[in-house]
């Protein structure tokens, strides 16, 4: 696919998306939301995509919002009658909460890799991955409120599930910056490493792991863990044997068991 802000490549069953904006510190201009959203649909409909890294070119992964952007539809809101202003920023919004959330409805897991500044809306796409990891001197900020903003595509919904609330309101309300390492303490990150290449390296290996398991038993976890997160233990457990029921005896499981008992490694179709 080509586009105008983002890097795509895919290799080995590891798609790349890469914020393609480094003179602008990878901020998100309104393409880049839209490409983002056409990327992850992308990766999910493609079988031979099995994991995704996302990341950015430059000195950092991405510093939020572009503000120009931010101005621009302030020009275009401004002429019309208070309920017209008012239906069209919440489509507008909507939207870019769409954007983000293509990578959780992505059914591929989602690696974030951090290096640099990860500001505002970087925080709310990171939120939307399934693992993050990131350099010790990476930057993490949720900068709305410095803007007279209230974050609005995912990060107050996201960060609390995964720091806990003592942590995402610190975090929310004070537009402080945190370390790598502190964000590791809080479990906003899962991996810290020394710096960008060994961040990239350490990732890729990850990814291409991750790509060798079952694409269906992937594909299923993830899903599992989503649809968990938002409902109760018992309809939790009610989605994944409904889910099992279809798996125990797909061609996955065959070649999983046949692969053990040969003592090599298995090999998924995509």
Same mark, same amino acid.
């Given at each position: ?50 994991? =995704? !890294?996302?990341?950015?070119? $430059?000195?950092? %992964?991405?510093? /939020? *919002? &572009? @503000?120009?952007?931010?101005?621009? #539809? ?18 507008r919004i909507r939207a870019l ?12 897991? =989602? !690696?974030?890799?951090?290096? $640099?500044?990860? %500001?505002?809306? /970087? *925080? &709310? @796409?990171?939120?939307?991955?399934? #693992? ?47 370390? /790598? ?32 398991k079952s694409p269906l038993a ?34 996955d499981i065959e070649e999983a ?14």
């Open positions: 696919m080509q586009f105008q802000t983002l890097d795509v490549s895919l290799e080995a069953g590891v798609a790349q998306i890469r914020f393609n904006r480094p003179e602008k510190s990878n901020a998100l201009n309104e393409p880049m939301w839209f490409e983002l959203r056409d990327a992850c649909r992308w990766a999910d409909e493609t079988p031979a995509v099995r994991v =995704v !890294i996302l990341s950015g070119k $430059g000195r950092n %992964f991405c510093s /939020g *919002i &572009d @503000l120009s952007m931010l101005g621009e #539809l302030q020009q275009t809101v401004l002429a019309l009658p208070p309920g017209q202003r008012h239906e069209v920023l919440r489509h909460q769409e954007c983000v959330s293509a990578l959780e409805a992505c059914r591929k897991p =989602v !690696i974030a890799q951090v290096h $640099g500044a990860c %500001f505002g809306g /970087g *925080i &709310d @796409l990171i939120t939307a991955c399934d #693992l993050r990891h990131a350099t010790a001197d990476a930057r993490f900020c949720v900068k709305e409120i410095d803007v007279a903003i209230v974050a609005d595509v995912g990060t107050l919904q996201r960060l609390p599930r995964i720091v806990g609330e003592g942590f995402a309101r610190e975090m929310a309300l004070t537009a402080r910056e945190y370390s /790598g390492a502190e964000a590791a303490a809080m479990g906003l990150v899962t991996r810290v490493h020394p710096d960008a290449e060994t961040l990239a390296s350490e990732v890729a290996a990850l990814a291409a792991s991750m790509a060798t992937m594909r299923g976890t993830k899903e599992s863990l989503n649809f968990s997160r938002d409902h109760t233990v018992a309809e939790g457990l009610a989605e994944v044997a409904a889910r099992n029921a279809g798996l125990l005896f797909s061609p068991v046949a692969a053990q008992r040969a003592g090599k490694p298995p090999r998924f179709a995509d």
